[in-house]
Every structure is written in structure tokens, then in C-alpha cells.
């Protein structure tokens, strides 16, 4: 007999749920055995979160995504996600450029063509300026010379969408193993 209370997982941690009682759900997001934010949901699905301690993720390793089409851009960053690694996404190299994040990137997953910089020159000037960040493109229109010039300058994956979910994953392991 189902009682109303059970505990299914949630990102290797237990969600308690009890509608009977509270009509609220409660999860803590612990990293590292230390709990850091704290969130509640309840039967309206309105919630409130609470950051606990003083654990800052702005100097973590993260994924950077740059596509200037937001659902490619943001599938990615769920499928980077749902692998269990840290990412942000953009939707410009020049934005990508601009955040404090260029340093803390330990694979970038960009976009061929882009208005403003593309791909290509987003590579040399990340590779001129020191950065030697793997990188993986993503292009609808892909071409022998671009494809080979980011291959040369030493790109680790270049992706024609659509492509297989399992190609992408294995890029980001060979990128991860390159940083």
C-alpha cells in the first residue's frame, strides 16, 4: 500500500516528497557533502531558494556553449548539463569574450557562422591571446576549408548539425582529456 510518501532521485541526492502532509517538495543541492542552496516547491509550483555558506562557482571549470540559435545553444547547455558538468552558453563570441568566464573554460563548444565573430576567428584570437582551450564546432553548413583550418588550429571536434548526442558526448571527453 502507497502511503503518499516516497524518495526518488535527484541528481545522486533524494527528493522527499509528502503531498499529503505539506503539499511541498524540498531539495538540497549539496556538492562535496556540503549542502548550498536549499530549494522548496509547493503544490502551485511558486518556489523559494536559499543560498547556504559562502560557495561561490564563478572560478569552477565550466563548458562554454556559443550559438546565436538559442534552442541549439540551449540543448547543448542541457545535454552538458545532464552529463553533470558546468555550463554556460552564450549567444555571441563577442559576449563570450566580454564575461569573466574566458579563463575558468575548459572546453568551448561554439558555433561556425555567427554574425559579428565567427567561429574561425574566435579560435586565433583565443589561441593569439594565449588561451589554448579545446574547442568543438557546431556548424549547419559545414565546409572542407573551415573544417580544415579549425582541425589545423588544433580543434578537437567538428560537428555538421544535426548530429548524434553520443558524438557531441564523445567530443567533450576528448576535449576534457586535452584541458
Partial sequence: ?????????????????????????KVDISIFH???YSIEIDNRCSYKARAM???DLSNEPVISIIDDDAFVRDGIG????????????FASSEEFLESDQVSNTVCLIT???MPGL??????????ENGYCTPIIFVTAFPGGRAQERA????????LSKPFEETSLVSAVALALRAS
Avoid at 118 to 127: F, I, P, T
Avoid at 151 to 158: E, M, R, S, T, V
Fill in 151 to 158: 582541425l589545423k588550429a588544433g580543434a578537437i571536434a567538428f
Fill in 111 to 113: 558555433d561556425l557562422h
Fill in 34 to 36: 556540503e549542502t548550498y
Fill in 78 to 89: 542541457d545535454l552538458v548539463t545532464a552529463l553533470g558538468y558546468r555550463s554556460l552558453t
Fill in 118 to 127: 565567427n567561429g574561425l576567428d574566435l579560435q586565433q584570437y583565443l589561441l
Fill in 1 to 25: 500500500m502507497e502511503t503518499g510518501f516516497r524518495k526518488r532521485p535527484c541528481s545522486n541526492k533524494t527528493l522527499d516528497l509528502d503531498p499529503i502532509q505539506s503539499n511541498r517538495i
Fill in 53 to 55: 555558506g559562502d560557495f
